[in-house]
Nanobody
């Protein structure tokens, strides 16, 4: 079992910043992809940013230039630095990790979600 524990959400005014963290724990051999998704009320879950074990990144167009994803491979932890936040960034943010367990089996896990609310 691989569990993801998120932290760092909260309430912030427009233009402000937040940093999300997500730590993966369990029988992990490797994590190929770690990333963040978000889901606003009444909308589908969407990709925000993803990072590979090699450091390659991909961002949603709506957050490019404002959000930065990074990871600490030794700690199996991924971060999302969110700057210049807008009210439309308000959503529940979910961490996602994909990789291989110590048993050699693939895994894909989700965090419990953390609320980010941006006031105008």
């Amino acid at each position: 079992q691989v569990q993801l524990v998120e932290s760092g959400g909260g309430l912030v005014q427009a233009g402000g910043s937040l940093r999300l963290s997500c730590a993966a724990a369990g029988n992990i051999l490797s994590t190929n992809y770690m990333g963040w998704y978000r889901q606003a009320p009444g909308k589908q879950r969407e990709l925000v940013a993803v990072i590979t074990s090699g450091g390659s990144t991909k961002y949603a167009d709506s957050v490019k230039g404002r959000f930065t994803i990074s990871r600490d491979n030794a700690k199996n932890t991924v971060y999302l630095q969110m700057n210049t936040l807008k009210p439309e960034d308000t959503a529940v943010y979910y961490c996602n990790a994909q990789g291989t367990t110590d048993w050699g089996t693939p895994f894909r896990s989700w965090g419990q979600g953390t609320q980010v609310t941006v006031s105008s």
